[in-house]
Nanobody, 125 residues
Framework: QVQLVESGGGLVQAGGSLRLSCAAS????????MGWFRQTPGNEREFVAG????????SYADSVKGRFTISRDNVKNTVYLQMNSLKPEDTGVYFC??????????????????WGQGTQVTVSS
């Protein structure tokens, strides 16, 4: 049974930092590219960051570029999202997701076949 379990969310003041983790099990983690998405009520899930299977290519939404860093540890089967200089508009539920295309971290949610349950991030002003 495939599981993606996010952790690390919480409440933080603007300008602060959080580190999200996503632990994967039940799949060959190193064969998947991974992505982080976020969603707010009434809005579609939006791409935040992605990383290819062997850590060599990362991509970011323009809104988080320079503030967020995605990384992964294929030994621990975990993907991370370091979020710095947080803004109130970063508030949302953050999801990690697995894409079987190992060489391309697509920005479109429909290409991700496994999703975590999400973790809430709230940034206060």
């Amino acid at each position: 049974q495939v599981q993606l379990v996010e952790s690390g969310g919480g409440l933080v003041q603007a300008g602060g930092s959080l580190r999200l983790s996503c632990a994967a099990s039940g799949l060959t983690f190193s064969s998947y590219s991974m992505g982080w998405f976020r969603q707010t009520p009434g809005n579609e899930r939006e791409f935040v960051a992605g990383i290819t299977s062997n850590n060599d290519i990362t991509s970011y939404a323009d809104s988080v570029k320079g503030r967020f860093t995605i990384s992964r540890d294929n030994v621990k089967n975990t993907v991370y999202l370091q979020m710095n200089s947080l803004k109130p508009e970063d508030t949302g539920v953050y999801f990690c997701a697995a894409n079987p295309n190992s060489r391309y971290s697509d920005r479109r949610p429909r290409y991700y076949i496994q999703w975590g349950q999400g973790t809430q991030v709230t940034v206060s002003s």
